[in-house]
């Protein structure tokens, strides 16, 4: 399974933030080809401190070359482009090979 994490910065205004990830972004981004699994949930901290980070968002597709063929794709690039109408803190974005422990 390969996978991205998009780890989104906190917006200046969150209620409107999720207003449009729930009702725009996840939408498009749901229409990948070969998306196997997406998540998201806003993130908290066990100590109640505030997180790095305010949302993040996990993506799986069967293989690297299946992940870059559906990001490169329109939907990917539609969902990708719309990042620039909400996301203005900043993203921080990682990809790896999953390796199942259990």
Same mark, same amino acid.
């Given at each position: 399974? +390969? =996978?991205? &994490? ?7 205004? @969150? %209620?409107?933030?999720?207003?449009? +990830? =729930?009702? &725009? ?7 990948? @080809? %070969?998306?196997?699994?997406?998540? +998201?949930?806003?993130c908290e901290s066990l100590d109640g401190s505030k997180p790095e980070y305010f949302l993040t968002a996990v993506l799986d597709w069967p293989t690297k070359e299946a992940a870059l063929a559906s990001l ?31």
């Amino acid at each position: 399974m +390969y =996978r991205l &994490v998009v780890n989104y910065h906190h917006p200046a205004d @969150p %209620d409107a933030f999720m207003e449009h +990830y =729930r009702s &725009v972004h996840a939408p498009l981004a749901k229409r990948m @080809p %070969d998306l196997a699994a997406y998540t +998201y949930g806003v993130c908290e901290s066990l100590d109640g401190s505030k997180p790095e980070y305010f949302l993040t968002a996990v993506l799986d597709w069967p293989t690297k070359e299946a992940a870059l063929a559906s990001l490169g794709s329109p939907q990917g690039q539609e969902g990708t482009g719309d990042l620039a109408n909400f996301a203005q803190a900043g993203v921080a974005i990682v990809t790896y090979e999953t390796e199942t422990v259990i």
